[in-house]
């Protein structure tokens, strides 16, 4: 079955330390997002592309975060520097263009 | 996008069927809705989505009532396996800049006993 792929699964990291979350999407999708989930917030949108192109990213603290779709295959999700408050479940999500989203199994985040 | 509102915690026994309501009194004619789940653990999973008439799928059917305010969400026959938090969404129909964006709420936490 296809499915959306994200690496690292689990990410312990030092306060300050660059970290990189890796996406790939499922194949012939042309949206991606990009959410973040915590026991108090629940899942927020962060990030979202059409065709390679960002549409919205208002739900992504702008000094620090960054996402990006180097090519169709990759969506990545930088966050320099890491704070403690970054520690959450970062999910990928792709779909057609519809409502419909697959989502990965999350990158579990723990900055100390 | 219009905002749902939605008990948060319900139980339901296994073999029987799980009626989830949510309230969307402020939707517009041109949103759909959408029900997604989450497991503990997994990432959020579709389920199905609907306009204004009733929807089903292998996995579950969507009432929407006729002025659309409100709609529920049915397992015909709950497994141990539908524990999960279910989300009502509504989204944005047609290409606009929030075509396809989903935002989530808080959803209920079903939990089916044996």
């Known amino acids: 079955d296809a499915r959306v792929t994200q690496t690292p699964r689990h990410k312990v990291t030092e306060m300050g330390q660059e970290v990189t979350m890796r996406c790939q999407p499922i194949?012939?999708?042309?949206?991606v997002f990009w959410y973040r989930q915590t026991m108090m917030q629940g899942l927020e949108l962060l990030a979202y592309?059409?065709?390679?192109?960002?549409?919205?990213d208002s739900g992504m603290p702008k000094d620090r975060f960054s996402a990006e779709m180097p090519d169709a295959t990759l969506a990545t999700l930088k966050i320099q520097p890491s704070e403690p408050r970054d520690s959450a479940v970062y999910f990928c999500?792709?779909?057609?263009?519809?409502?419909?989203?697959?989502f990965g199994e999350g990158s579990r985040l723990t900055v100390l | 996008d219009a905002k749902t509102t939605q008990p948060p915690s319900m139980d339901c026994a296994e073999g029987r069927a799980a009626n989830l309501p949510c309230n969307h009194s402020t939707i517009s004619g041109n949103e759909y809705v959408y029900w997604y789940r989450q497991i503990h653990s997994q990432g959020p999973q579709y389920i199905i989505h609907?306009?204004?008439n009733n929807e089903t799928n292998e996995m579950a059917s969507l009432i929407i009532t006729e002025d659309r305010k409100s709609s529920t969400l049915i397992l015909p026959h709950a497994t141990l396996r539908d524990t999960a938090v279910y989300y009502c969404i509504v989204r944005v129909a047609g290409k606009t800049d929030s075509w396809g964006k989903l935002q989530f709420g808080a959803g209920t936490q079903v939990v089916v006993t044996p």
């Open positions: 609907g306009l204004k």
């Open positions: 592309f059409r065709n390679r192109a960002p549409l919205d």
């Open positions: 999500a792709s779909g057609p263009g519809s409502g419909e989203l697959f």
């Open positions: 194949l012939g999708h042309n949206t």
